[in-house]
C-alpha cells in the first residue's frame, strides 16, 4: 500500500504536466503530442522505478529509512565471505543486506528480517 501510495501521484503529476504542457505547446505538427507523450511516459517509468527502489530501502514493519550502515566482511577474502554493506532497522525489525562490487555471486539485495 505504501508503494502505491507513493506510486499514484508521482505518476498522476506527471501526466496531468503532460497535459499542460500539451496544451501549452500550441504546435500543429504531429510530432509535438507524440515527444510530449514519450517524455512523460519516460517520465513515468522513471518515477516508478525510483518509488519501487525507495520501497526496497525501508523497513517494511515501520516504513522508516534504514540508515545504520554496517560494513561486513573483507575486501582481502571475498571467497570465505560475503563482501558488503548490511543496513539496520533503527528499530531492530530486521536488516537488509547489500553486496559489495568485488562479490558479485552472493545475490542481489535480501531483506532479513526477524
Sequence with gaps: MF????????????????????????????TGPFFVYWCSGVAAALGLWWAWRDQHLRCHTCL??????????????PLLEGVGD???????????WVPG???????????RGE
Design 3 to 30: 508503494f502505491f501510495a507513493k506510486a499514484l501521484p508521482l505518476v498522476t503529476g506527471v501526466f496531468l504536466a503532460a497535459v499542460t504542457w500539451l496544451g501549452s505547446l500550441g504546435s500543429g505538427t504531429a
Design 64 to 77: 522508516a529509512r534504514i540508515t545504520l550502515a554496517v560494513q561486513v566482511g573483507t575486501h582481502g577474502a
Design 86 to 96: 548490511e543496513l539496520l532497522c533503527e528499530y531492530g525489525h530486521g536488516s537488509l
Design 101 to 111: 562490487a568485488p562479490s558479485p555471486a552472493f545475490g542481489p539485495e535480501v531483506w
